[in-house]
């Protein structure tokens, strides 16, 4: 119970309660197991005081009659064995009242004194997302299909997948009715944390853990790291303590080897939720009217790739297509005239920002993505997800035209010290005044807008504005060879702007997003099992 609520009770029997407040006190009589039985204890111990029995039923009837109250019939100061056995009254329903908080109301308790949730959503793979909100009192997640990631005091991660059930009972418990988990502990903090399941109640001893709860079945369970302990429903007696790589030790039973499993195929890991949502998004996009283009960053396999795909690339890569192998396209999807496939040189494919998801490594001099823009636009927005590795050009380029010769032609490029550039030929060059790039996924978008009094251009960082430019000489989005990863000088016939990094997404949009779209493409797609996310635990 909180304080407030207490007082509530006090000033109730003390005829100090006022009538604003009736409501309150009578709907938390009504709903809250706790409160009635705080209720009852400080009715006991206030007749010891009082000559006759005080009406304590419903609350209403007493804001009726709650000036009618008797005075006490005698003296406590006359009589000092009452006095004394008034304290001791008063000191036992102190211990119960403590009791009562510390057993039935766990969650509100720890969330009041120490001014943190119980948890914090971390990932999920619904369209419905929820990332970042915070958990303050008991409460019960289920799942038909996908799951949660949630973190426990900035100790304990618990990734649940359905289909299932589970109840968040305190910051270091929980009960799971069905379902599959993994419970990583990351800190001495999160030591102890418990599941409870309708077979056992199972404590970490620092550990990384995954267990498959299913109705009239055993729990089936994995110790991939550390160790746990084994507890009896009933007796809470030790049954078991198990260690990595499900070594039994101090067992009241061998029966629990039957109850091992590899988890590897089971359950889920940190950021396999985010993958879904992502899945979830590409096919979306590939569905809408005005998307250009939806490249997803995968490779695809030479058989999947018709005859035609291979020709709707750049017309300088068409004669050679019959020599290329699959993995030199950058397949976009949907398929469209406006804009062609990638054809990828000298790049690498390395890991994404989430699970089992490539990315591009730009790691040569000469790395770039070839495509083209067949037609003008008359707006444009893209949105891509960037990882710095290294800044070797005073100028690195995410995105450039192949020439830059005339109004209507951008760039989109990195300096050394990280500070963003997004320029457009004919208009003074502007940057960011602050280095945002680390070497986590962030998020890079451009929005070229047409409105009353001309075209803008927004560049965003992470989801927030970071260029805002009004452009006084540009008439559309030029039909164009595109650039990605790189910069040419025509003068050289070079390329002489590497960007030194990996690339995961890229999206284009015949419309300007609003800065709405743009933040939610951020939370929709940050990836949460990045590496800063644990950084604050690290020594």
């Known amino acids: 119970m909180k304080k407030h609520q207490k007082q509530l009770i006090a000033d109730y029997f003390s005829n100090q309660l006022k009538r604003k407040h009736e409501t309150e006190l009578n709907q938390l009589l009504r709903n809250d197991p706790a409160a009635r039985s705080y209720f009852r204890i400080y009715a006991t111990m206030h007749e010891q005081f009082e000559d006759g029995e005080e009406n304590i039923g419903d609350l209403l009837d007493f804001c009726s009659t709650k000036n009618e109250q008797t005075e006490p019939k005698y003296s406590l100061c006359k009589n000092p064995c009452l006095l ?100 990583i502990v990351f800190n001495e903090s999160g030591h102890e944390f418990s599941i409870i399941t309708p077979e056992a109640k199972y404590v970490d001893l620092g550990t990384e853990f995954c267990l498959n709860i299913s109705n009239n079945a055993k729990d089936k369970l994995d110790v991939q790291v550390g160790e746990i302990e084994i507890f009896d429903l009933k007796t809470n007696q030790s049954l078991a303590k198990i260690q990595q790589s499900n070594n039994l030790t101090n067992a009241s039973s061998s029966d629990w080897t039957e109850n091992f499993f590899n988890s590897d195929t089971f359950v889920a890991q940190p950021g396999d939720m985010g993958y879904l949502r992502w899945k979830k998004r590409m096919s979306h996009y590939a569905a809408q009217d005005d998307v250009l283009a939806c490249f997803d960053f995968t490779v695809r396999d030479s058989e999947s790739l018709s005859r ?61 993505v070839s495509l083209e823009l067949n037609e003008h636009q008359k707006e444009l927005s893209l949105n891509s997800w960037i990882q710095s590795n290294q800044m070797a050009n005073s100028l690195n380029a995410f995105l450039s035209t192949t020439h830059w010769n005339k109004s209507g032609l951008f760039r989109i490029e990195f300096e050394r010290s990280g500070k963003l550039q997004a320029n457009f030929w004919g208009e003074p060059y502007r940057s960011t005044c602050y280095n945002k790039l680390d070497q986590d996924w962030h998020m890079l978008s451009l929005v070229i807008q047409l409105d009353e009094s001309g075209y803008h251009a927004t560049t965003f960082l992470d989801g927030v504005s970071a260029i805002a430019r009004k452009l006084n000489h540009f008439p559309l989005v030029r039909k164009t060879g595109l650039y990605l990863g790189n910069g040419y000088s025509q003068k050289t016939n070079k390329f002489f702007r590497n960007f030194g ?28 099992n990045q590496r800063n996310l644990f950084s604050q635990n690290l020594p």
Request: with cysteine.
């Open 308 to 368: 035609a795909t291979r020709q709707h690339v750049p017309n300088e890569w068409k004669s050679a297509t019959g020599d290329m192998k699959s993995n030199r396209f950058l397949i976009s999807n949907p398929e469209r005239q406006e804009i062609t496939h990638g054809v990828m040189h000298s790049c690498l494919w390395g890991v994404g920002r989430w699970p089992n998801k490539q990315s591009l490594f730009f790691h040569r001099p000469e790395s770039h």
């Open 84 to 183: 004394i056995g008034a304290a001791a009254i008063l000191m036992l329903c102190t211990y119960l009242v403590l009791h009562i908080d510390s057993s039935t109301n766990e969650a509100t308790s720890f969330s009041t004194t120490n001014n943190k949730p119980l948890a914090v959503i971390i990932d999920q793979s619904e369209d419905m997302i929820e990332l970042k909100r915070e958990v303050w009192k008991q409460e019960t997640f289920e799942f038909q299909t996908g799951g949660i990631h949630l973190r426990f005091n900035e100790a304990v991660d618990f990734i649940f997948e359905g289909p299932g059930s589970f109840e968040i009972l305190g910051p270091k418990s929980v009960k799971v009715h069905q379902g599959k988990t993994r419970t």
């Open 501 to 528: 990094g990996s690339i995961d997404e890229l999206v284009l949009w015949n419309r300007a997003l609003s800065s709405t779209e743009i933040a939610q493409l951020y939370q929709e797609g940050i990836p949460q």
